[in-house]
């Protein structure tokens, strides 16, 4: 079946340091993707769509400077947490497919002490 | 807008006991409804979906069926193993699925 690899697992960093995070397609090709955040006994919320060749179209209220997102391949799109602060540590999950049947990464713990 | 409401856990049930996770939805249109399980160290994976009203999804001995009157889309499992042990997510989609809105996820503990 379809195969999400998102990398890293967890992370921890500094305030005021920028953090990338990947999402690969391993077996199949991905021209949409999805991030998604989740935050402590929160629902999981779609942050951007992630379209390849093209800008993301990132959700109300979603910084598009702070949260950089590069889908510059079929398989791979990647997440930028810009000069990250405490109040971005969660949980960073991405997802691709198509149609109903979409796969979703393991997702990203990432901590900003 | 569109939103999925979700029971709280954490759920804690003993084996072969019945379970239960109520979910609810609102949506302007006719949305698709799923159940996504993530296992402990493992990303999520869909466990059922249900594509138009009164459609029953099954999987694993779970099922959910999709009551358009109620817009209730509940999780059901006859009897649980330790291996459910997992967060459930309910979850909507109103276009071709390429966009979901999420529950806030119930954790089940099943123990021997």
């Known amino acids: 079946g379809a195969v999400v690899s998102q990398h890293p697992s967890w992370v921890i960093c500094k305030s005021g340091t920028s953090v990338k995070i990947e999402c690969r397609s391993l077996?199949?090709?991905?021209?949409?993707m999805f991030w998604y955040r989740q935050f402590p006994k929160q629902s999981l919320m779609l942050m951007a769509t992630?379209?390849?060749?093209?800008?993301?179209?990132?959700e109300q209220g979603v910084e598009k400077d702070k949260f950089l997102i590069n889908h510059a391949s079929l398989t791979l799109s990647t997440l930028t947490v810009t000069s990250a602060h405490p109040e971005d540590s969660s949980f960073y999950i991405c997802?691709?497919?198509?149609?109903?049947?979409?796969?979703f990464g393991s997702g990203t713990r990432l901590t900003v002490v | 807008g569109d939103s999925v409401t979700q029971m709280e856990g954490p759920v804690t049930l003993s084996e072969e006991a019945f379970l239960t996770i109520n979910c609810t939805y609102t949506?302007?249109?006719?949305?698709?409804l799923f159940w996504y399980v993530q296992y402990p160290g493992e990303g999520l994976q869909l466990l059922l979906k249900?594509?138009?009203?009164?459609d029953k999804g099954s999987n694993k001995g779970f099922e959910a069926t999709y009551r358009k009157e109620t817009t209730s889309f509940h999780l059901e499992k006859g009897s649980v193993q330790v291996s459910d042990s997992a967060v459930y997510f309910c979850?909507?989609?109103?276009?071709?699925?390429?966009?979901?809105?999420f529950g806030t996820g119930t954790s089940l503990t099943v123990i021997p």
């Open positions: 077996d199949f090709q991905a021209t949409t």
């Open positions: 979850a909507l989609s109103m276009n071709t699925g390429n966009q979901f809105y």
């Open positions: 949506a302007t249109g006719y949305p698709s």
């Open positions: 249900a594509t138009k009203a009164d």
């Open positions: 997802s691709a497919g198509t149609g109903f049947n979409y796969t």
């Open positions: 992630s379209n390849e060749g093209s800008k993301a179209t990132y």
